[in-house]
């Protein structure tokens, strides 16, 4: 694993930047190597975020959310972002850079409705304790992972999903389909009832909004 004190070039979702001045956050990239090929692990993201969760409650932080199918919320706002880069076989044995950003206090320099840790019920956060915790987490939560796949933390996902009763809308390229949230795959893909009955949606293929007629979009 690698960490990182400030981040300047910091990569998200579709190229999207992820900047982080001074102790602002916990940024770090985690190596992982799976003897299943790339095709497998589709619900990758999904695990992680399930570790990371475990991880930060066990420092008491409270309220935090998953969006499917790669970020962290608190309080409709994003505390925290996943980005997992594959290389090797589609059947064989392949590798994961599982990238992470979190804020632990109000980073200055965004251009989205962000969180912090110190909004959970943090008064300190030692990031050198955080770290360890955060990596212990993952460890155990990707062996899990390896072993039985992301059916085996679905629930423990969907107990913690964002807006598992809102209307959302997934923004796939420029394709936009509305419904109501149904599920999740034993793959981590999403299920959405529409008009035109259940649709499947691919983790890395879409995004997800929450869709609210008086308050508007939450992003």
């Known amino acids: 694993s690698v960490f990182a004190e400030f981040q300047t070039r910091g990569r998200g979702r579709r190229g999207r930047s992820w900047q982080m001045d001074w102790g602002e956050g916990l940024a770090f990239s985690l190596l992982w190597r799976f003897e299943q090929g790339a095709a497998a692990l589709s619900g990758l993201s999904l695990a992680v975020g399930v570790a990371l969760i475990r991880g930060l409650e066990n420092f008491d932080a409270s309220g935090i959310a998953l969006k499917w199918p790669n970020d962290l919320l608190y309080a409709d706002r994003k505390l925290g972002g996943i980005l997992v880069e594959l290389s090797g076989d589609v059947d064989g044995p392949c590798a994961a850079v599982i990238g992470v950003g979190i804020n632990i206090r109000a980073p200055g320099n965004v251009d989205q409705r962000v969180a912090c840790l110190l909004e959970t019920g943090l008064e300190a956060v030692d990031r050198n304790l955080l770290a360890a915790n955060l990596l ?60 035109d009955g259940v649709q499947r949606f691919v983790v890395g ?6 869709e609210r007629s008086q308050n508007g979009l939450v992003e």
């Open 136 to 195: 212990l987490a993952l460890e155990s939560t990707l062996n899990t992972f390896t072993r039985d796949g992301f059916a085996a933390l679905r629930d423990e996902w969907l107990a913690r999903h964002a807006y598992p009763h809102d209307a959302i809308r997934i923004v796939a390229g420029t394709n936009v389909t509305y419904g109501q949230f149904e599920g999740l795959c034993d793959d981590g893909a999403l299920l959405l009832r529409t008009a």
């Open 205 to 210: 293929d879409v995004s997800l909004r929450a």
